[in-house]
């Protein structure tokens, strides 16, 4: 029997170290909770270690430059010349932690 309750004890270690360590890709970041609030622990790319069931992973978002286009628009001049005006904007997220902590709706917005 002991080796038998060995075997679980090591495979339930195993679990545990395995689900602490995160792989976070390159040009991404992530927001670690602990407990439930935000702590200030930010992941950056690279092999990363949390403490399982009280660190957790909320939110990971790249941080490369991203493209939103916007569509054209129809539009008339102060001398009554109709144009269309088309744009593209470049933007990308400079520091995670402010839109994701200071807005509900970060997640809605920026997914892609």
Do not use: H
């Amino acid at each position: 029997m002991e080796p038998f309750a060995f075997l679980i004890a090591l495979i339930f270690g195993g679990s545990i170290a395995a689900s602490s360590v995160k792989i976070i890709n390159q040009s991404d970041e992530a927001l670690v909770e602990t407990l439930g609030k935000y702590s200030g622990k930010k992941l950056t790319p690279g092999l990363s270690f949390i403490v399982p069931f009280l660190d957790k992973i909320v939110y990971k978002q790249t941080i490369r430059e991203r493209v939103l286009d916007v569509p054209p628009q129809q539009c008339i001049t102060r001398d009554n010349v109709s144009i269309s005006v088309d744009a593209v904007v470049y933007w990308r997220i400079v520091d995670l932690e402010k839109p994701t902590t200071k807005s509900r709706t970060c997640s809605r917005q920026w997914s892609t």
